[in-house]
Antibody, heavy 120, light 108 residues
Framework: QLQLQESGPGLVKPSETLSLTCTVS??????????WGWIRQPPGKGLEWIGN???????YYNPSLKSRVTISIDTSKNQFSLKLTSVTAADTAVYYC????????????WGQGTLVTVSS | SYDLTQPPSVSVSPGQTARITCSAD??????AYWYQQKPGQAPVVVIY???ERPSGIPERFSGSSSGTTVTLTISGVQAEDEADYYC???????????FGGGTKLTVL
């Protein structure tokens, strides 16, 4: 059974960089059948797509976040990562890593989510 | 920016039919997906490619599209269907994904 697990600091100071890693187990991140992505959800609010990346390393980003976001992939470690620079309180959210199936376009597996709070 | 518009809330009694709509300019070119999210849980896909139902999702969930609007229909709503529902699609170029604002389904 595929599992995704987010890891990283739960508290980040304003203006600093948020860094999260998603470790995938039970399957290979190097498959051509999937994208690997990040979605976030501010407390009590809706879902926001951040971006995703193909195993070959081609990333796609939400235009509203593109200037601050980097998603990278490490197939040797079966991990992919998110970096979000110059964070503010508006970036406080539960961050989910997830798998997108190419054939169906479905986000079919999600991590449990990790709350990141931006505060001094 | 590209937006998907959903009603904030829908309320139905058990056994009735719930319909949740999602509209945007680019929908005729891009497929829509529907996700169910219960409190404290990650979302789960209930409809993909406008009207396809994943294995394990009850038959009472169905999807349809007409013009610039897609609709999630839940027939014979059960108490366990109470959740937030999000539509998701992509911009007209298919470059990036976007979620609707979400609809809270209340089962009275």
């Amino acid at each position: 059974q595929l599992q995704l697990q987010e890891s990283g600091p739960g508290l980040v100071k304003p203006s600093e960089t948020l860094s999260l890693t998603c470790t995938v187990s039970g399957g290979s991140i190097g498959s051509s059948s999937y994208f690997w992505g990040w979605i976030r959800q501010p407390p009590g609010k809706g879902l926001e797509w951040i971006g995703n990346i193909y195993y070959s390393g081609s990333p796609y980003y939400n235009p509203s976040l593109k200037s601050r976001v980097t998603i990278s992939i490490d197939t040797s470690k079966n991990q992919f990562s998110l970096k979000l620079t110059s964070v503010t309180a508006a970036d406080t959210a539960v961050y989910y890593c997830a798998r997108d199936e190419v054939a169906s376009g479905t986000t079919d597996y999600w991590g449990q989510g990790t709350l990141v709070t931006v505060s001094s | 920016s590209y937006d998907l518009t959903q009603p904030p809330s829908v309320s139905v009694s058990p056994g009735q039919t719930a319909r949740i709509t999602c509209s945007a300019d680019a929908l005729p070119k891009q497929y829509a997906y529907w996700y169910q999210q219960k409190p404290g849980q990650a979302p789960v896909v209930v409809i993909y490619k406008d009207s396809e139902r994943p294995s394990g999702i009850p038959e009472r969930f169905s999807g349809s599209s007409s013009g610039t609007t897609v609709t999630l229909t839940i027939s014979g709503v059960q108490a366990e269907d109470e959740a937030d529902y999000y539509c998701q699609s992509a911009d007209s170029s298919g470059t990036y994904r976007v979620f609707g604002g979400g609809t809270k389904l209340t089962v009275l």
